[in-house]
């Protein structure tokens, strides 16, 4: 197939920038990894790029197609060239460009370390001394987040970085939620306290392009929810943010809706209301402070209620509490036409798996119980004496 590519060319030490066009042969079968190793091949050795195993398995290959990250060699041009589309090849974004589509990514890495991606010790040691054993339930609260292969492509889209770079952003905290999440982890609190900090959790504007660009399935912006989660049911709460998420139960638990002019007074406390008093004085004025006393109560308020009193008697608490597959949820908001069912719905062709609580699993899919490198059953794969 002929395939033709723009791709924005940079060289940092000259400050030299430009967008050139290459027009390719390549196999039906071609990723764009492989359109640019042509390139490279045969056309222009210049061409700068990270690569390794082609396989989407080490993270290297991250860039941009179309101002969207994507993984190059996850990412097949046979419909793109069929349907004549030009795509637009630029290096990653929120990271600063070293050469072409090589970025500079010690930040990135500075973030993953200040994580401390590993387990701290302290945990109980079995008392047999061999493996130790966790159930599947408690694993499936972080399968997806160690999905990870650390590509930087939620990083690179994600909005709050571009706002303030020191963010942790959305790769470090799905790591931080992979350890906060398990059990033989022994450092829970100072892993929330540490990631509750400025730059952290509460930063997240919930955008969701983490989810949406992330090639693994990690829905990083879930993990960053359970992190939430899981910091307010350890009475981390100080920050604005976590206030503002406890006001939102609290208001729809008691009255259905979101009583948003208590919402200030709630996360920001008293002094800073007052100085917003001359804000405040304005919605009055044009009746849009919604200052109704008793406050007006939803007809429907039961059914928040319900929904509360389930989550209690569930006892899902923290990242237990978190429903996984947002976008699926999205999705059905917009997507829901009369006498479909919730099964036609997530039969369509494309829709996205159905949404599923820790323990029940999805039918398929990344973080299903079904996934091949979810280990079934509860055998330890260690056997006393050694071998696998
Ligand atoms: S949802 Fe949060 S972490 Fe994810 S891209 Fe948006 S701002 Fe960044
Ligand atoms: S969360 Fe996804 S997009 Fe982000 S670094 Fe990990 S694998 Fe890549
Ligand atoms: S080359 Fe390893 S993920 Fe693409």
């Not at 101002?67 to 600063?96: F, H, W």
């Not at 959790?201 to 392009?209: A, S």
């Not at 139960?249 to 948003?260: A, F, P, V």
């Amino acid at each position: 197939m002929q395939v033709a590519l723009k791709i924005w060319r940079y060289d940092s030490t000259t400050g030299e920038r430009a967008l050139r066009d290459y027009e390719i042969d390549a196999p039906d079968e071609a990723t764009l990894l492989d359109c640019l190793d042509i390139v490279k091949d045969k056309h222009d050795g210049s061409l700068a790029y990270r690569k390794s195993c082609r396989m989407m398995i080490c993270g290297s290959c991250g860039m941009r197609m179309d101002g969207a990250a994507v993984l190059a060699c996850k990412t097949r041009m046979y419909d793109i060239a069929q349907e004549g589309r030009v795509p637009v090849i630029s290096a990653m974004g929120n990271l600063p460009i070293v050469r072409d589509l090589v970025v500079d990514m010690d930040s990135f890495w500075g973030k993953f370390k200040a994580m401390k991606p590993y387990l701290q010790p302290g945990f109980d040691v079995p008392e047999d001394g061999r493996e130790y054993r966790i159930s599947q339930e408690r694993m499936n609260v972080i399968h997806k987040e160690a999905l990870c292969i650390n590509c930087g492509c939620c990083v690179s889209e994600c909005n709050a970085m571009e706002s303030d770079p020191e963010f942790l952003g959305p790769q470090a905290l799905a790591k931080g939620m992979r350890f906060v999440g398990d059990p033989r982890d022994a450092a829970t609190v100072e892993r929330l306290e540490e990631y509750s900090g400025p730059h952290g959790i509460w930063e997240c504007t919930r955008c969701f392009f983490c989810n949406e660009r992330c090639p693994k399935g990690v829905d990083p912006r879930d993990a960053i929810a359970k992190l939430g989660a899981e910091a307010i049911q350890h009475g981390i709460d100080r920050d604005m943010g976590a206030k503002h998420a406890k006001w939102f139960i609290r208001s729809t638990e008691t009255t259905g809706w979101l009583r948003e002019t208590e919402l200030v007074p709630k996360t920001q406390g008293v002094v800073s209301s007052i100085k917003q008093m001359k804000f405040a004085m304005g919605l009055i004025k044009h009746n849009k402070a919604g200052l109704a006393f008793p406050p007006h109560v939803a007809r429907d308020v039961g059914e928040a209620r319900n929904l509360r009193k389930l989550v209690r008697e569930q006892d899902r608490q923290g990242a237990l509490g978190h429903v996984q597959g947002e976008r699926a949820l999205a999705r059905l908001a917009h997507g829901h036409s009369g006498d479909e069912s919730l099964e036609d719905i997530y039969a369509r062709q494309g829709a996205y798996a159905q949404p599923y609580l820790p323990g029940e699993g999805s039918a398929g899919g990344q973080g299903s119980l079904t996934q091949a490198d979810v280990t079934p059953g509860q055998e330890p794969t260690k056997k006393p004496g050694g071998g696998a």
